[in-house]
């Protein structure tokens, strides 16, 4: 038992951490095909080499693999601010990320201390998160409530955005606050909150970001960062939230996430309320005091991981930790060229389930996540939730 | 047929209103006494005329009736300033308010028409009540959401009272709004809202009492009036509330009525807003804008009568209406000493059920009844819901 336990030690040698690095960064490489790659080839090393002619195979004339000097860059570049990259699976990487729909499979971490496992590895956290114009009210009651969350042991998730997300970093300072942010982990965002982001650093906080080092965050950036805040919670507490707003995005993921979603409520003439008030509506537990939270939180904290059923522990993700040698793996097969035109035929920009494609073109399911894979990786096939897919025609994109 | 309807024609002769009147006014009759001594003797009058010796062997040694010159007097004061009495089962009796647990038999209604079936006789009827200090917000909502749903046909019940009652009112004015009183119908309470209660009375509105005329309401008379307002509406909507409110027990009378209860959610900042909000944790819909009083209550509008199972017609409480002769009703019978000591060894200040005390004695259901009226009228018996029963002890009292 030793054995089998130690065989899965979690941590990547540096030289794994560096093909993961390098295979996120490839062109066309989500977390979910990162995860896709892995299962078909064992690591990401073998997944790499073999990159530039799936997306030929795809259709695809030059594809850019990111390059090892980009790659070592990178990663010096983390550890000169003090940052790490923490590979999914490994202990630091925060418990419940794990559990979302394609998590990152590297996280860059910020701390005083570089690994802070105690802070990221913890899963007794709530996000707090609202408009960033909000009323000073709201800013009051996000501060009373961070706080005394904080002297109950929770560690408060937000966004460093203004508004609601500083006040709620800023009044659980003390026991440690974690801020995701939707650019890289250096790109500290609003530059206003730059004292707010040191204090938090001093003061055992953290900050982690999926972005690589230096990206600015554009628009589209936040909502992808959001499912990260509503991922590493428990549960997301929304204070003010005009419609339409970023607020209520998280509040998207974290209903998908299965997380708990609890809304402060306010008068239906302050505009700002009209987000929280509908969630409410919707069936999220109003809050309207900190025992209010502690009663809905506390039977879910003791809840052991996998808190959902039906959500597939990523253990196929790293069979390479301590394996690099990926021979004991069958080998991928290859895809010939009648299945990949009937796969390719059969997929139009109308989105269809994996299932009814497997069932229409009747190839093997192996094969099709190959075919699937090299189509993806030449930029022309769209993932949908749940398990659909679509085609992406060169006059679309 | 036609005859049959007829003999249920649904009016009181002047003879049998005065009587239900001395009866209701009686020494230790309430509604639900009212409507057992309807049950025994087959009217009003010949209750009146069982009254004494009934509470005589109940253990009373001298019981007021109501005498037929107060209540001339009474009914006289009342057509002076155009109000009238509405038996329960007349068509001006609000309907729904029949279908609550222990009707008034008689209500007091003041309105410009003196009979004014159009607005009492109406069940698209929804309240609006909330806190007497409320906020300005408060009551620019109430205003708001009273005006419009005014203008999509509901009539606006409230209790008259300063704050949110009042601005409901206000801005119900033109579709007619009616208030119900804790005092008598012609005391208006708080004085300052004489002017509004005179704009409701020239503008269709109404007002309704079931205490007896010039009746100065003290501070028990409001939860009691609060079961007509819910009883009277389709639904109770809550506009600022503190915990411990005479909102929250309207919203109580509600819940027990089985109708609607709405919440406008507040800041939970505002003391003024943990009323409203802990409703809506307890399950009341949050409103914030009429489209959500809307989709709740228009299913239930095209609902027809009876509202609620299990809730029986009080048809029993009028057999006289057309029959002053009770001969066709077979006498009450007389309880024999041993059977009333019997009832009164077995009740006790704990509070029994009524089929408990059935079983125990031995007694028939009918001799029960008459031996618990008996006691009822000498003021030595309490009823509590649900249909159980205790004694009240001299030194209780």
């Known amino acids: ?113 570089p690994l802070q496992q105690e802070l990221t590895g913890t899963q007794k956290t709530l996000a707090i998160i609202g408009a960033r114009n909000c009323s000073a009210a709201g800013a009051k009651f996000a501060t009373q409530l961070a706080g005394e969350l904080s002297t109950q042991g929770f560690t408060i998730i937000s966004g460093l955005a203004r508004g609601i997300d500083s006040a709620a970093h800023h009044a659980a300072l003390s026991s440690g606050t974690i801020a995701a942010f939707a650019g890289g982990i250096d790109t500290v965002y609003p530059k206003e909150n730059l004292e707010l982001f040191s204090s938090m650093i001093a003061t055992n906080g953290a900050a982690i970001s ?28 929304l204070i003010e939230a005009a419609e339409k707003s970023g607020s209520l995005h998280t509040a998207r993921y974290a209903l998908e996430q299965n997380r708990e979603i609890l809304a402060v409520p306010g008068s239906p003439l302050d505009p700002r309320s009209v987000g929280a008030n509908k969630l409410i509506q919707q069936g999220a537990a109003l809050v309207q005091s900190v025992d209010d939270v502690l009663d809905i939180m506390e039977p879910k904290i003791s809840m052991s991981l996998p808190l959902h059923q039906g959500i597939e522990e990523p253990t196929m993700c790293w069979p390479e930790l301590d394996s690099p040698d990926t021979s004991s793996l069958s080998p991928p097969p290859n895809a010939n060229e009648q299945d990949r035109q009937a796969v390719i035929d059969a997929l139009s920009e109308t989105p269809i389930d994996q299932d009814e494609l497997l069932r229409f073109t009747g190839v093997s399911l192996q094969t099709l996540q190959l075919i699937l894979l090299e189509i993806e990786l030449a930029g022309r096939l769209e993932r949908h939730k749940p398990n659909k897919l679509s085609m992406i025609h060169a006059g679309t994109t």
């Open 1 to 113: 038992m030793e054995t089998a336990t130690k065989s899965r030690a979690p941590h990547l040698s540096d030289t794994q951490r560096l093909a993961w690095l390098r295979l996120i960064r490839s062109e066309n490489v989500g977390p979910r095909t990162f995860r896709e790659l892995l299962n078909h080839f064992g690591s990401a090393q073998a997944a790499l080499d073999a990159l530039p002619e799936l997306s030929r195979r795809g259709g695809k004339k030059s594809y850019r693999l990111f390059s090892k000097d980009k790659a070592e860059a990178e990663l010096a570049a983390l550890y000169k601010i003090g940052a790490r990259l923490i590979a999914l699976g490994e202990p630091a990487y925060p418990p419940l990320l794990r559990h979302i729909d394609a998590p990152p499979p590297l996280l860059a971490v910020r701390a005083r201390d």
């Open 210 to 237: 999926e972005m690589p080092i230096s990206w600015q965050p554009r628009a589209r950036d936040f909502p992808r960062r959001n499912r990260l805040i509503s991922g590493m919670s428990l549960g997301v507490i």
